[in-house]
């Protein structure tokens, strides 16, 4: 049986998230039934199938983030929390 596809938000809603200093910050439940990005009124919640194993799932994290932004995974630098569900990443500028 085929996976559902990930449940993504517009790229721009997203982008909106970045803060001035473009930062992201999310929080992430990995080992998901599946992937998603939800825009939720105080944070984004970023669902990844990967397990918190070795870093699979940061890389899953940033593999989903850059879809959604329409940007390369080289754009994407994880500043703090590679070992915990709060994470914040910098987003390279276009």
């Given at each position: 049986?085929?996976r559902?596809?990930?449940?993504?938000?517009?790229?721009?809603?997203?982008r909106a998230r970045?803060?001035p200093?473009?930062r992201?910050a999310v929080?992430?439940?990995?080992g998901?039934?599946?992937?998603a990005?939800?825009?939720?009124d105080?944070?984004?919640?970023?669902?990844?199938?990967?397990p918190?194993d070795?870093g699979a799932a940061?890389?899953?994290?940033?593999?989903l983030?850059?879809?959604?932004?329409?940007?390369s995974?080289?754009?994407l630098?994880?500043?703090?929390g590679?070992t915990s569900?709060?994470?914040l990443?910098?987003?390279?500028?276009?």
């Amino acid at each position: 049986m085929a996976r559902a596809p990930a449940h993504l938000p517009d790229a721009a809603l997203l982008r909106a998230r970045i803060d001035p200093g473009g930062r992201l910050a999310v929080k992430v439940t990995p080992g998901a039934r599946e992937e998603a990005v939800t825009l939720a009124d105080d944070a984004v919640l970023v669902k990844v199938r990967a397990p918190a194993d070795k870093g699979a799932a940061n890389d899953a994290v940033i593999a989903l983030l850059a879809e959604v932004l329409g940007i390369s995974r080289s754009q994407l630098t994880l500043l703090r929390g590679a070992t915990s569900r709060q994470k914040l990443f910098a987003v390279a500028p276009d």
